[in-house]
């Protein structure tokens, strides 16, 4: 056990064996961290807590929170925001970036071959049947043309670090991501409340993140529209990313709409205004696929807009993203990744992903039924940190459980070795302590890909859990990017 | 602007009116009572009926087995979250809209609203009867007020500032219409009370409801008349509460709205509401007499009621 002498009280903050995003395993403060760590020494004893008190309520009252489904205690929370900011030095940054970009060119480019060529299957690198079973493939969207080539506009790929800080992808979220406006106020947040903790040599900013996306979506209009209409098309206010909807909206200055605001007349979209109907040309979906069209998905979905897949089909309205994405988000298909990369763009992958056993291959499902107890197994077509087992925490019964599931249907599963995911102090109660921690990048594929400077850094609070999502007991962090290294 | 934007919009006007009116409703009525002789469960209930059954929800406080007390009929019009327009109800349904399209206004109005649904959320009746209510029905007055002060001093004259102003000039036409209207319910001890001190005393109430007192008594130099009360709450162009103000406001904003100069309507929410305007215009407070004064208000509520249906199927049902 190791610890480290701080005024505010780091006494007993144990680094333990994980790598600790702000100490070595010496306990001594990495270099980025130097310059925070001595602020904090100013500052009081109660100085932090009193300071998280005030935030938690200031989110309140703005109304920065997330639905809770199946809840009736208000269904609203706040996402719980831990003030102690994660801090990524420049040069780490760069590599990320350039990591984050090869991988996204190499997905746009596999969405583009698999619904059209199919070249990466004929050449033997990913076998068929990998993505004909792949639930969210959409073989009805075969050489449907899209505009400029790009089916990923927005994407929100998680990476983790493991025992040694290396960074790892864990998955690649091509669908809707969502996340990006807790960043957006935990930044403003910790500028009110913490304006002399930014250092001297600057933070990267993430105000331009709302720009970009405007411009992405407007960059993928129909050919020939020269002044857009973009909207956001959103589930509604039961939704639990409403509020994330509704800031994106007002700060891009488009329309939030429903399904029920928009309307197909002759194959082109328009929405439902107090002077009549409007022609729009852009939507940035914040729904599936699937309830996208009860016509063409489900029958049921009221969500959606019925004729809105044959206005897309016909090139009169873009979807941000485009249909079928979720393909590259199986996570059989994540295996293939840095094949994708090496197949469509000759180069080695910077990012590495996660050692990955697929169930439907016969010999690492042998591998898999036989490590159970040591290994993470996850659904493939599930995000949000459901259908997965955690191996060395759970139960015999919950082992046998997944044990009949996967032998009864091997493709829903995979398989991989547990990460131990880096710590980060953060604050507990009255405490400092050492919690799991993520990293979100979002990255913008338009004229250009661009990512905003750090991303949304998920915090498990729950001591010792590794699950970061916010339904799940999970908090953020304010993450910096340094124009330094220190 | 979208259909449904502009729906939210109209009915975050409204519900923020109808709960101040509530709330004041309450404070004038909690009020008086203090002045009255001999106070007794019958005649807690004499107060209280009429002023119930002019938010139109007297069916509703009776099947909820409330019994008329000054405790009942606070706790009914302001936390029963059965009753529809409870002011907690209020609250919430304006919030929901607000959360619905906080693109379209103000984050400092939003966060009002907000802070104020979380306030009374976490109230109960417990406590505001023992801090007193005058301080609490304030504190919805106030509220009201900085909300108004708000959007007139942070909203982009444009569609979403006019369908707010628009809901809230229609409920307050309706509510105005309502409060007068508690006076036809309240029975006097006899016949012969009739301008005396208790008739008085309930005109002053309903003065005090619509905060018309100290404006009546600059308008009218003389004592509370109940002809001259009518005449004022109904018909002034002047008092921003009298029902022919809010409805030249409610024309104002429609023509803001459709944006059209012609001297004649152009749909038919217009149409609706140009027409009753201009019976407001011609008709006199004799008139209103002659025909009884509840037939009259009972007339004027349907009248703004066809006013309501006729905006929303001009805007909000497309």
């Known amino acids: 056990m190791l610890t480290i002498d701080l005024n505010m009280d780091f006494s007993k903050y144990e680094v333990d064996d994980f790598f600790d995003e702000m100490f070595e395993a010496d306990g001594s403060v990495r270099p980025h961290y130097k310059a925070l760590h001595a602020r904090l020494k100013e500052l009081g004893p109660k100085e932090m807590f009193q300071k998280q008190k005030a935030v938690d309520r200031a989110f309140l009252r703005q109304g920065v929170t997330f639905t809770v489904y199946n809840d009736d205690q208000g269904t609203e929370r706040i996402f719980p925001f831990d003030l102690f900011p994660r801090i990524i030095p420049a040069q780490e940054w760069e590599f990320l970036e350039k990591g984050l970009t090869q991988r996204m060119q190499a997905l746009n480019l596999f969405l583009k071959d698999i619904y059209s060529e199919q070249k990466i299957i004929s050449e033997g690198i990913l076998p068929r049947e990998h993505v004909e079973t792949a639930a969210h493939f959409r073989p009805e969207f075969m050489n449907v043309p899209v505009p400029k080539d790009i089916y990923i506009h927005i994407c929100g790929t998680d990476l983790i670090r493991d025992r040694n800080g290396k960074y790892l992808v864990l998955e690649d979220n091509a669908r809707s991501p969502s996340g990006v406006s807790y960043l957006l106020e935990n930044r403003d947040a910790m500028k009110k409340v913490f304006p002399n903790f930014f250092p001297q040599s600057g933070t990267k900013s993430v105000d331009s993140y709302t720009e970009e996306l405007l411009a992405t979506l407007k960059y993928i209009a129909p050919d020939g529209v020269d002044d857009p209409v973009a909207v956001l098309l959103t589930p509604g206010v039961y939704n639990s990313a409403y509020f994330e909807h509704s800031l994106l909206a007002r700060r891009m200055g488009i329309e939030i709409v429903e399904g029920n605001d928009l309307v197909v007349e002759n194959s082109f979209v328009y929405m439902r205004t107090t002077e009549g109907l409007k022609r729009v040309d852009v939507i940035y979906r914040r729904i599936d696929d699937d309830f996208l069209d009860p016509q063409v998905f489900r029958k049921d979905s009221m969500l959606g807009v019925s004729g809105l897949v044959d206005a897309y089909r016909k090139g009169n309205v873009s979807l941000a993203n485009t249909i079928g994405t979720g393909v590259a988000d199986d996570k059989l298909i994540y295996k293939y990744v840095p094949d994708m990369i090496r197949f469509y763009l000759s180069e080695e992958p910077l990012l590495e992903s996660v050692e990955t056993f697929l169930a439907s291959d016969d010999k690492e499902r042998e591998y898999i039924l036989a490590n159970l107890e040591k290994l993470v197994v996850k659904s493939a077509n599930e995000a949000g940190g459901y259908g997965m087992l955690i191996g060395p925490h759970a139960s015999k019964a919950e082992i046998e459980e997944f044990r009949g599931l996967i032998k009864a249907k091997p493709r829903n599963f995979i398989a991989q070795p547990p990460i131990s995911l880096s710590r980060h102090p953060t604050v507990i109660g009255e405490e400092v302590e050492g919690r799991h921690v993520d990293l979100r990048p979002y990255i913008l594929c338009g004229k250009k890909i661009s990512i905003l400077p750090g991303g949304l850094t998920r915090v498990a609070l729950r001591k010792g859990s590794l699950v970061v999502n916010s339904s799940q007991g999970g908090g953020s962090k304010d993450t910096w990017v340094l124009y330094g290294d220190s | ?318």
Not at chain 2, 139 to 163: A, E, H, N, P
Not at chain 2, 174 to 197: N, Q
Request: hydrophobic share 40%; net charge negative; proline share 2%.
């Open chain 2, 1 to 318: 602007m979208l259909s449904r934007v502009a729906e939210s919009l109209f009915w975050i006007g409204r519900y923020i009116e109808r709960a101040d009116n509530i709330a004041r409703l309450l404070d004038v009525n909690l009020n008086i009572l203090i002045d009255f002789k001999d106070l007794n469960d019958s005649r807690l209930v004499e107060h209280w009926e009429p002023i119930i059954r002019s938010t139109g929800d007297w069916d509703l406080f009776k099947s909820l087995g409330y019994k008329s007390s000054s405790r009942a009929a606070t706790d009914f019009l302001t936390f029963d979250r059965e009753n529809p327009n409870s002011i907690i109800n209020c609250l919430i349904s304006a919030r929901q809209n607000a959360r619905i399209i906080r693109d379209q206004i103000p984050s400092e109005v939003f966060e009002a609203i907000n802070d104020t649904y979380l306030d009374l959320r976490d109230s109960g009746s417990e406590e505001v009867w023992k801090e007193g209510p005058y301080q609490f029905y304030q504190k919805i007055q106030t509220f009201s007020q900085l909300f108004q002060g708000m959007v007139d001093s942070t909203v982009v004259r444009g569609l979403g500032y006019y369908f707010m102003e628009t809901g809230k000039f229609v409920e307050r036409a309706d509510k105005t219409s309502r409060i007068l209207d508690i006076k036809y319910h309240i029975l006097l001890p006899s016949v012969t009370d009739v301008g005396g001190v208790v008739d008085t005393a309930q005109w002053t109430a309903v003065l005090r409801s619509c905060s018309a007192f100290e404006a009546y008594h600059r308008n009218y130099v003389t004592n509370v008349d109940s002809a001259l009360v009518t005449e004022f709450l109904i018909f002034s162009a002047r008092f921003p509460r009298a029902i022919r103000f809010s409805l030249s406001k409610v024309i104002e904003n429609l023509h803001l709205i459709s944006n059209k100069r012609e001297d004649r309507f152009s749909n038919e929410a217009e149409r609706e509401c140009g027409r009753l305007f201009s019976d407001l215009t011609y008709i006199s407070v004799d008139d209103v007499l002659e025909q009884g004064l509840h037939e009259y208000l009972d007339y004027l509520q349907t009248r703004l009621n066809s006013v309501g249906e006729a905006i929303g199927e001009t805007f909000f049902s497309l």
